[in-house]
């Protein structure tokens, strides 16, 4: 029941990312959202983000598994490549098993595994890219990797040269989820912790008082970072925080006027304060 609804959490999340600008003959297609930084459109199902640094490169998260991601990066790139998931999600952890290891919290791993069986990856296709594939060219043509997940947790740092990046524990949307702070250039990589939209209704999310906790932990650091990078949608100011800081504090007093939210992965409530909506499980508070 799990796997199913981990398989089906992509539905519903795809409709949060734009596919304007998107190239219908390329899988892929990026921009650079800052200065050595591309954000990668997996179809406009998610966003991946490639990360330059002196030294290396960084990848994060690695998207649906569709397409020959590894091979595309390579072309925006030569760096050595650090790849970092922000979660075990099937849309943001799907293409594991094209790179030799990857960086994730130990919590999401087994999420992560899942997503990356043979069986699973088939059945994301079929029910979460709505009937679209990529052209045969765009397939990737190697044997999966057997990948080896590295586990990180709170305060680790990667050295890209001249960019450092931290990782932030998160957790709320899953149990495992990270962030990542580019320390010199003040941005957060944010996963689905921080989206315009944020599920907290799925069967392995974290009671929603452990997720104010999150949030009031990333704006005690709120001087740290002026911009977040969400996993789905456009960069957001680092103030977005605050509205959802006080969506989910409405809830939790019951103050917010709290609506029916109908999804492909379940029904729940959602509220919405400023900017920011989540959907949550009045159970699970």
Known sequence: MKRKSLTLIFLVLAALSSVAGQD????????????????????????????????????????????????????????????????????????????????????????????????????????MQAGNTPAESELYKGKPLDTKLIPVNEGYIFNLGGRRIQVMETPGHTPGGICLLDIENKILFTGDNNNVLVWLFLANCKPLHEYLVTLEKQKSRISEFTTLMPGHGVPIPSDFINDQIACVKSILDGTCEAKEYKSFAGNSMICTYGRSSVAFNPDNL
């Open 24 to 127: 219908s003959g390329s899988w892929f297609s990026m921009k650079e959202v800052e200065s050595n930084i591309w954000q990668i459109s997996d179809h406009g199902a998610d966003n991946i983000y490639l990360v330059e640094g002196i030294d290396s490169a960084m990848l994060i998260d690695n998207g649906l598994g569709t397409a020959d991601l590894a091979s595309y990066v390579k072309k925006l790139t030569s760096k050595p490549l650090i790849v970092v998931i922000t979660h075990g999600h099937p849309d943001h952890a799907g293409s594991n098993y094209q790179f030799e290891k990857v960086y994730i919290h130990p919590a999401d791993a087994e999420a992560a595994r899942a997503v990356n069986r043979t069986e699973s990856r088939a059945a994301s296709a079929k029910t």
